[in-house]
């Protein structure tokens, strides 16, 4: 099956730092990507998507000079949480799409704690 | 009233038991719809993948689609305590995914 490969996993630090989140997909090109945030025994929340070489489309009232997404390629894509506040904590989950009404590919997502 | 509908839970079984996970949908547009577990602290996983009416069976997954009543099931037989997890419905109208909330599982052995 599809690998999608994020890190770190888990990442602790200090009010006002910047965090980037890295999201690879190890065996197949994604032509679209999404970004998700989940809290404790919620859903997935989309925060934004992409495609390749474009901006980031982001969902109504994520902003996106707090967390800059970059596309950078078919198998990389960022999410840059900037100057992160405690409200930011959160586990942020990327994932990639292989075309239209194909299924979604998770990668295992990154637990942020800011102090 | 919400495009996906799922039952939170949470659902407790024994170990062996014959579980049943469902979805209802509002649209009829909906033609592609996937099942993805989802343990603590991990990103959902793939379990199935579906585009028409009726079973699809992998092991000890059985996913099944009822488009004329807008329904959509997953069944785990011989349940298992590592089916332990939270099971997500998912489904694709025009390009768009649309996710349940998810419906935790918890087997006892």
């Known amino acids: 099956g599809a690998v999608v490969s994020q890190h770190p996993s888990w990442v602790i630090c200090k009010s006002g730092t910047s965090v980037k989140i890295e999201c690879r997909s190890l065996?197949?090109?994604?032509?679209?990507m999404f970004w998700y945030r989940q809290f404790p025994k919620q859903s997935l929340m989309l925060m934004a998507t992409?495609?390749?070489?474009?901006?980031?489309?982001?969902e109504q009232g994520v902003e996106k000079d707090k967390f800059l997404i970059n596309h950078a390629s078919l198998t990389l894509s960022t999410l840059t949480v900037t100057s992160a506040h405690p409200e930011d904590s959160s586990f942020y989950i990327c994932?990639?799409?292989?075309?239209?009404?194909?299924?979604?590919?998770f990668g295992d997502g990154t637990r942020l704690s800011i102090l | 009233q919400k495009e996906v509908e799922q039952d939170p839970g949470p659902l407790s079984v024994p170990e062996g038991a014959i579980v049943s996970l469902n979805c209802t949908y509002s649209?009829?547009?909906?033609?592609?719809f996937m099942w993805y577990r989802q343990y603590s602290r991990k990103g959902p996983e793939l379990l199935m993948y579906?585009?028409?009416?009726g079973n699809k069976e992998d092991g000890r997954f059985t996913a099944q689609v009822d488009k004329s009543s807008k329904y959509i099931s997953l069944f785990i037989r011989d349940s298992q305590p590592s089916d332990s997890a939270t099971y997500l419905c998912?489904?694709?109208?025009?390009?768009?995914?649309?996710f349940g909330t998810g419906t935790s599982l918890t087997v006892i052995p």
């Open positions: 649209n009829s547009a909906f033609q592609y």
């Open positions: 994932s990639f799409g292989q075309g239209s009404n194909q299924p979604q590919h």
């Open positions: 065996d197949f090109q994604a032509t679209t």
């Open positions: 998912a489904m694709i109208r025009g390009n768009q995914f649309y």
């Open positions: 992409s495609n390749e070489g474009s901006k980031a489309t982001y």
């Open positions: 579906t585009y028409s009416s």
